[in-house]
């Protein structure tokens, strides 16, 4: 099955500095590649996503870049805020042997400190 | 609209007893799916479902068992409950392209349920 491994575990920036999360994935059929946010003691939402067939996507400071070839994906947030501190899993769906699945990464604790 | 409603919101189970996690939306999403997640663990997939009548198991099913007999609801039964089990439980449901999840997931409140 699928294996996304997620870099680093933890991250501390600076307010406005730039915060980079990098997932790895090991199935070459998958084809979609979502964000989601955690904020502490709620649900994860999605932030941002992107497929197969495109390389990079942007939604004001956040942006995700996708390398099939090398089979990593990033997660970009510029001009870090305090309410970005978070936690960020990246996630990876494919067709398993018969039904399709997401898999998710271990998870990022971003802080940001004014 | 409710989006996906998951119950209870918090459980203390003794070991080797058994309950069932309910978990409903209305936003007629072919893909329902249940995740345990566990410090630094992320979210583990335990069963999924792309359709009524069609589940299959995830990464971590030993322990639970699923079923899905309408759209709006896949509840998740745990069968003998064991410390192990010890975690916070995410229902999500999504749209599915090709039965491919791959469109948001919406996700439930969570459970936080503890074994003793």
């Known amino acids: 099955g699928e294996n996304v491994e997620q870099h680093p575990s933890t991250l501390s920036v600076q307010e406005g500095d730039s915060a980079v999360i990098k997932c790895t994935y090991s199935d070459s059929a998958s084809n979609y590649f979502p964000w989601y946010k955690q904020e502490l003691g709620k649900r994860p939402q999605l932030i941002i996503d992107i497929r197969s067939n495109v390389g990079e996507k942007k939604d004001q400071r956040i942006a995700v870049t996708l390398n099939k070839t090398a089979k990593h994906f990033s997660l970009h947030i510029t001009e870090t805020q305090p309410e970005d501190s978070a936690v960020y899993f990246c996630?990876?769906?494919?067709?398993?042997?018969?039904?399709?699945?997401?898999?998710f990464g271990r998870g990022t604790q971003l802080t940001v400190w004014p | 609209n409710a989006g996906v409603t998951q119950t209870p919101k918090f459980q203390v189970l003794k070991t080797g007893q058994s309950m069932t996690l309910q978990c409903a939306q209305d936003?007629?999403?072919?893909?329902m799916s249940w995740y345990r997640q566990d410090p630094g663990m992320g979210l583990r997939l335990i069963h999924y479902s792309v359709g009524a009548g069609i589940t299959d198991q995830g990464e971590v099913p030993n322990g639970y068992n699923v079923s899905r007999s309408t759209t709006e609801d896949f509840p998740l039964r745990l069968l003998s409950a064991a410390p192990s089990q010890t975690s916070v439980y995410f229902c999500?449901?999504?749209?599915?392209?090709?039965?491919?999840?791959?469109?948001?997931?919406?996700f439930g409140q969570g459970t936080r349920l503890t074994v003793v």
């Open positions: 999500a449901s999504s749209r599915t392209s090709t039965g491919v999840a791959d469109t948001e997931a919406f």
């Open positions: 936003m007629n999403h072919e893909y």
């Open positions: 996630a990876a769906s494919t067709k398993g042997s018969t039904l399709g699945r997401l898999y």
